[in-house]
T-cell receptor
């Protein structure tokens, strides 16, 4: 069965610090997809990134970067020079290709608080 | 603007009542989903639908029912059989069920049993 673990329940940083959110996953599939979503206080989930299991290239988008390592089954998310607006709950999620596509299994989320 | 609309934003239910949560999308997406979120927990899948008039149980379907009579609409009914319905409910849609595309979420409905 697929599983996603986000061991950090809460993280608190001061503005401009870098912060890394950890995500470890379990799957028996060789083809799978990993996602990160942001949930601001308003409640809706905002899509950040999607990565398939065959693409281990790290990605950078502005202040955000993602480190995908199949060897350790991890897909960590780093925010550089954090800002107060980054405060939110961040979810890592996994979708297995063999189990009807877009069904997502979510981790428990990491509450990030960026203090001024 | 394209998106997903959930209503109401807040809903109060008395013990023994059925309530229906609305979810409408104008993204022309085939697949739609209902998730439940409890404090400090991730999202758990209740039901999903790939096409009109078809839907499948997710991981926690007991006490819930859905319908998919139109592509745009996927309402969720929380029945009296659901023993602990107080939670935050999120509706989502994606282009289809097999491409592993990203899902788009509504703003959620917070249901409280009084």
């Amino acid at each position: 069965a697929q599983k996603v673990t986000q061991a950090q329940t809460e993280i608190s940083v001061v503005e401009k610090e870098d912060v890394t959110l950890d995500c470890v996953y379990e799957t028996r599939d060789t083809t799978y997809y990993l996602f990160w979503y942001k949930q601001p206080p308003s409640g809706e989930l905002v899509f950040l990134i999607r990565r398939n299991s065959f693409d281990e290239q790290n990605e950078i988008s502005g202040r955000y970067s993602w480190n995908f390592q199949k060897s350790t089954s991890s897909f960590n998310f780093t925010i550089t020079a954090s800002q107060v607006v980054d405060s939110a709950v961040y979810f890592c999620a996994l979708s297995e290709a063999r189990t009807s596509g877009s069904r997502l299994t979510f981790g428990e989320g990491t509450q990030l608080t960026v203090n001024p | 603007d394209g998106g997903i609309t959930q209503s109401p934003k807040y809903l109060f239910r008395k013990e023994g009542q059925n309530v229906t949560l609305s979810c409408e999308q104008n993204l022309n997406h085939d697949a739609m989903y209902w998730y439940r979120q409890d404090p400090g927990q991730g999202l758990r899948l209740i039901y999903y639908s790939q096409i009109v008039n078809d839907f499948q149980k997710g991981d926690i379907a007991e006490g819930y029912s859905v319908s998919r009579e139109k592509k745009e609409s996927f309402p969720l009914t929380v029945t009296s059989a659901q023993k602990n319905p107080t939670a935050f409910y999120l509706c989502a849609s994606s282009r289809d069920l097999y491409m592993n595309t990203e899902a788009f979420f509504g703003q959620g409905t917070r249901l409280t049993v009084v």
